[in-house]
């Protein structure tokens, strides 16, 4: 049985390879432009018709090929017609998919119809109910068009023309372009006047006619009107932007307008110049109604090994009269360049040149000037370069720098010179030790006759826990050495001319961890008692740190963090945390619970140090949180976890505090919660400082509501609690997702410095994510915001 079938296989190959050479051979003679196959090939005398049926394939000598399960060859007529599943490729990976195909051998046209698909070279993806392909021209003529780009974007046109020759794609009387998803089946969607906002994707633009050149990367748009949920929102006469595929092209960015409360509305209109592969530069000039325009450049370098940036603006002044405001243009120039170094004195380098520059202290937050790189609320400027250099575990600074503090308006200290500044580190371990070795020296002006000159090393080591098994008690011994040789020059509470100190810090940090657990492992509970008792000798000197005392330093070896000024005396840190943690059966986390409480005791007063650590016992300082995740996710398509916005369920309150050294008063605490439930977000915190610490007592409130994943409502606000006013407050409406982002925001900054006034404003935002940059203007002075 085996072996028939085996014979009546072979007999079947046999045959249809004699019929293939026979038509192919016999219709060569004839000049056949298409040299058919098939399982079955019949010719009708009379008729002059080559009919293929059964894997039919026409193939030319130029590479383009025709395939379906039946084929009709007309030499008469010279037509050839498909029947079924046909498909078209061309010799530029041109692919024609359609049911029908009507193939005027002539005219050197394909006429595709029902079902008909286009893929183009690129793989973007036309759908038509009917096509012509002109041969010679390259170029398609379709119905209906229903079209996928590589780019993900979308586009559906009553007409569309294909042009291969000059890669350009054009759709015609009303066509649709769009990023964002949206339902093809709906056939009366784009043409039907009764929309429903359902079926409606976030935006699309309309057009009498737009262009995609593929060689450029553009799309023009002649009369386009943007649409946003269905609604008509913007016209132009014209309009072009990059293809989503585009990450750099040259032309202008979106324009927008505000309103800026100390000078008025003004109008923003970037340009973006792409120099070459490596180069570009943004230019945007903020034309004002009654001001003088602010004229704004960044220009960006990028190497293989080395990057520049540099960012200015430049206004030539006020033209109106302002009793507050100086005379004169504003202005300001950053510059940040980085270069890789190697083959140096080390394996790897980075040498780094910064330059910053404010013509005026309010200039940047009065002009809300905003980039990259500058922010309006910079404090301090710094002018430095910087060779910083790496091996293994060693690292060499260098470095010499300009500080400028904007805050400070006497010329004799707001400015600081270190010229140099040299810090070598190298980390190894010895002997089951590791050991940390520090040196940094330093030649610093603080103004006018003020300077220092510093070198300190320092040298760490920290043992391997040793564990007394018997007991649980384990304990790790720590040394610091600290070497510091000074010049003082008018510095105050240091000592004057030249100083040379030593101080030798030994420790000891001993915990005694206990755990207990439920039978399953999935309750844990640690209790860790702990003491860090360390001993420096000498006298050390007034401390300028103003650092204040948190529980991280009780255990610290230098808790005022500051190496050439180390505390010294008898010292015992002693502290306490407990902690319970819950796991799901995956054994996961979802419910944890910590406390924590410390103090530092000492033999003696050490009226040095500007905090509690000066007394023989300090203030007490702690901290309390709780945490509960039972987050509910879902699985998408990909298989990954993502979190639902709808269904989250997060709770986390944290505490810290700080007590008097007697435990009696409260001397600051602090109050954090941070509550997810279904739909409903809550953050706030609330801090206080009493006076002994610098009175303060500020609290923060912000709510978010999500109507969707997409839609939420938020309102925030800050308020200072002492002195009873509101410092900011915002409400804001948000709808975003992976095609676009929509905002409105009233914002209110209460501020008052010289060129700045508060501020009051309600912004729209509209960002079509594949553009990226908002559309929408600042609208308070329309709505009339006091």
């Known amino acids: 049985m085996m072996k028939k079938k085996l014979n009546n296989f072979l007999l079947i190959i046999i045959t249809f390879a004699q019929i293939s050479f026979f038509f192919n051979h016999a219709y060569s003679e004839e000049n056949l432009e298409y040299e058919l196959t098939a399982i079955k090939l019949t010719y009708n005398d009379k008729k002059n018709i080559v009919t293929a049926v059964g894997d039919a394939i026409a193939k030319d000598t130029k590479g383009r090929i025709i395939s379906s399960p039946k084929i009709i060859y007309d030499k008469d007529k010279q037509i050839i017609k498909t029947f079924n599943k046909s498909i078209y490729k061309d010799n530029k990976n041109n692919i024609l998919k359609a049911d029908n195909f009507i193939y005027d051998l002539n005219k050197k046209i394909i006429t595709a119809i029902n079902n008909v698909t286009y893929q183009d070279s690129e793989k973007n993806i036309y759908q038509f109910d009917q096509f012509d392909y002109y041969e010679i021209e390259e170029k398609g003529f379709g119905k209906n ?394 006298n050390m000197g007034t401390s300028n740190t103003g650092r204040s005392f948190g529980f991280s330093d009780v255990y610290s070896m230098n808790r005022i963090n500051d190496i050439a000024n180390p505390e010294t005396g008898f010292s015992i840190g002693q502290g306490l945390t407990w902690e319970l943690t819950k796991k799901n059966p995956d054994f996961e986390k979802y419910f944890k619970v910590n406390y924590s409480v410390g103090q530092v005791l000492r033999l003696n007063e050490l009226p040095q140090i500007g905090s509690s650590l000066n007394q023989k016992s300090s203030n007490i300082v702690g901290s309390a949180t709780l945490s509960i995740n039972k987050n509910e996710y879902f699985e998408d398509q990909n298989k990954n976890l993502n979190l639902d916005k709808l269904n989250s369920n997060f709770l986390e309150l944290g505490y810290g505090y700080t007590l008097d050294n007697d435990g009696k008063d409260i001397l600051g605490q602090s109050f954090n919660l941070t509550k997810n439930f279904k739909s409903n977000y809550i953050t706030a915190n609330y801090s206080e400082n009493r006076k002994s610490l610098g009175s303060s007592r500020v609290g923060f409130l912000e709510i978010k509501k999500y109507f969707t994943n997409e839609l939420s409502l938020s309102a925030s606000a800050k308020k200072n609690f002492i002195t009873h006013s509101t410092e900011t407050n915002s409400f804001a409406a948000l709808y975003e997702n992976d095609c676009i982002r929509l905002s409105a925001s009233l914002n209110k900054r209460f501020y008052n410095d010289d060129d700045i006034k508060p501020t009051n404003n309600f912004f729209l935002e509209i960002v079509l994510k594949p553009f990226g940059e908002n559309i929408a203007p600042d609208i308070s002075p329309l709505l009339k915001i006091d």
Not at 264 to 283: K, Q, S, W
Not at 452 to 458: D, Y
Not at 526 to 535: D, M, Q, S
């Open 145 to 538: 068009l229903k079209a996928t780009n590589i780019d993900k974007s979308k586009i559906k046109a009553p007409i569309a023309t294909i042009n291969n020759k000059t890669s350009s794609t054009i759709f015609e009387n009303g066509g649709v372009y769009t990023t964002c998803e949206y339902n093809f089946k709906k056939t009366n969607y784009f043409f039907n006047n009764f929309k429903t906002l359902k079926d409606c994707p976030e935006w699309e633009i309309v057009s009498k006619k737009t262009r995609h050149d593929k060689k450029e990367k553009m799309i023009y748009h002649d009369h386009p009107l943007l649409k946003l949920k269905g609604i008509p929102v913007f016209y132009s006469p014209y309009f072009s932007h990059p293809d989503p595929t585009v990450k750099r092209k040259s032309g202008f960015l979106t324009p927008s307008t505000m309103n800026n409360d100390n000078y008025g509305r003004n109008a923003n209109i970037p340009y973006f110049y792409v120099i070459n592969d490596n180069e570009d530069l943004t230019f945007t000039p903020i034309i004002y109604f009654e001001e003088n325009p602010i004229f704004l450049a960044e220009y960006r370098k990028v190497g293989k090994k080395n990057n520049l940036i540099i960012d200015t603006s430049y206004t030539p002044g006020f033209n109106k009269d302002r009793s507050k405001q100086t005379d004169g243009s504003r202005n300001h120039f950053f510059l940040n360049y980085q270069e890789l170094l190697e083959n140096s004195l080390f394996e790897k380098g980075i040498f780094n040149l910064k330059i910053q520059r404010v013509s005026q202290k309010t200039y940047l937050k009065s002009h809300e000037i905003l980039t990259p790189y500058v922010y309006p609320d910079i404090r301090y400027l710094s002018n430095q370069f910087e060779f910083s250099l790496y091996q293994g575990n060693q690292n060499l600074n260098i470095l010499s720098r300009i500080h400028e503090n904007l805050r400070d308006s006497n010329p004799t200290t707001k400015y600081q010179y270190t010229f140099p500044n040299i810090s070598y580190n190298n980390f190894f371990n010895y002997f089951n030790n590791d050991i940390n070795f520090n040196t940094d020296f330093f030649v610093t002006n603080y103004g006018g006759d003020s300077n220092k000159i510093q070198l300190a090393n320092n040298i760490t080591t920290q043992s391997e826990q040793k564990i007394i098994k018997s007991l649980g008690v384990g304990s790790i011994f720590k040394t610091a050495f600290y070497n510091i040789d000074k010049y003082n020059k008018q510095i105050s509470n240091e000592k004057k001319n030249l100083n040379i100190e030593n101080y030798l810090t030994v420790a000891s940090d001993v915990s005694y961890p206990l755990y207990k657990a439920s039978s399953d492992l999935n309750v844990e509970q640690t209790l860790e008692p702990r003491f860090l008792i360390k001993y420096t000798p000498g």
